[in-house]
């Protein structure tokens, strides 16, 4: 967390935590999503969700089970039992020119040194030894990155021959360039993915060469034209530093750093609202929602919506340097640094407002996945997988069948 202390003074560590945990009461009335359906199959902790097309998606963990399940209904449709260690890293393919439409490439490694390569509707796989992975994208070229430790290694598929079904994966490059274990992988477009580490390090590279593009080693530094009289330290637990996930839209750039949350909006070019506390413990899974919304969980268990709002004409807080500046937002030429100052304190704000606390695991959130109509699903140290379904849909979809059925069997007639 990150602790203000101005002109150098250090306040009681009670007094300097300036944003404690927004809650919610009982009544949510913005939080659609007031049904769930606990999914059961795993016997340990459930890590990674991937999403495999509009209805399905597929989870594995530490038990070594990947389960592919159907998004509308919950029905559990297949089980690879592959690994004989804990996963942890899969990736789906379902740009791959090999697979056919609906059966699409899973990779999956594990603790057990070993790469599976399976599909989606059938149970075959082909097993190749690697080193330990920690996560995975996809990059053209048929190629994955994989995060080892402070590495990454560049692996390119290469699909069966002709009469044959074993897959092959090569190794092309490696690079050396974090200081720290990688945390967070995530593709940013078609031109650059971006990886961040344990202490805060973040990289931008190039998706098709592999060079890096940009490094930002000091991610939440003070900017460099405040004044000289305030003073902004940052507290060094790696916790509190370590950045999990990011993600972005047209607009925004919505950050994971410790148990907080940032938004910078990339034409106003500055940090326009955060929740330093957003969770009692570290996000680790962050994603972007319509209408302006924004969900993230937790190690504390909680899943929690947000709604990015404007507030009145306030002091906006300056712009960081580091990450958001890695493209030249935010830099300020020292002779404009007076008047972009007056400018920043006559900008409209934003706060990150809680609209919605889904508290139905009792254990660490590890990661979810949003299927706009079928809901939300999040899987957890608690072994479950639960659906979140919007409750007022789901119910005027079951008046709906019921009509239907009715009307089937001749049930509904109209007065004389």
Known sequence: MLRWLIGGSREPQGLAEKSPLQTIGEEQTQNPYTELLVLKAHHDIVRFLVRLDDYRFVSAGDDGL????????????LELNGHTQKITAIIAFPSLEACEEKNQLILTASADRTVIVSFSLEESAVAILTQGISALIEIPKNCVVAAVGKELIIFRLVAPIEGSLEWNILEVKRLLDHQDNILSLANINDLSFVTGSHVGELII???????????EHNFW??????????????????????????????????????RGLYVYNLQMK????????AHDSRVLHIAKLPNRQLISCSEDGSVRIWELREKQQIAAESVPTGFFNMWGF???????????????????????ELIGDLIGHSSSVEMFLYFEDHGLVTCSADHLIILWKNGERESGLRSLKLFQKLEENGDLYLPA
């Open 66 to 77: 990947v389960v592919v399940w159907n998004a509308q209904t919950g029905e559990k449709l």
């Open 205 to 215: 590279w190039d998706i098709l060469d592999w060079t890096m593009q940009a490094c």
């Open 330 to 352: 935010g830099r300020v030429n020292k002779q404009a640094s007076q008047p972009v100052k007056k400018q920043q304190e006559n900008a409209t704000s934003f706060l990150l």
């Open 221 to 258: 530094d003070p900017f460099p034209q405040l004044d000289t009289q305030q003073e902004i330290k940052l507290c060094q637990k790696p916790n509190d530093i370590s950045i999990h996930h990011l993600t972005w839209d047209e607009e925004n750039v919505f950050v994971a750093v410790g």
């Open 270 to 277: 500055r940090v326009i609202a955060c929740q330093k506390t």
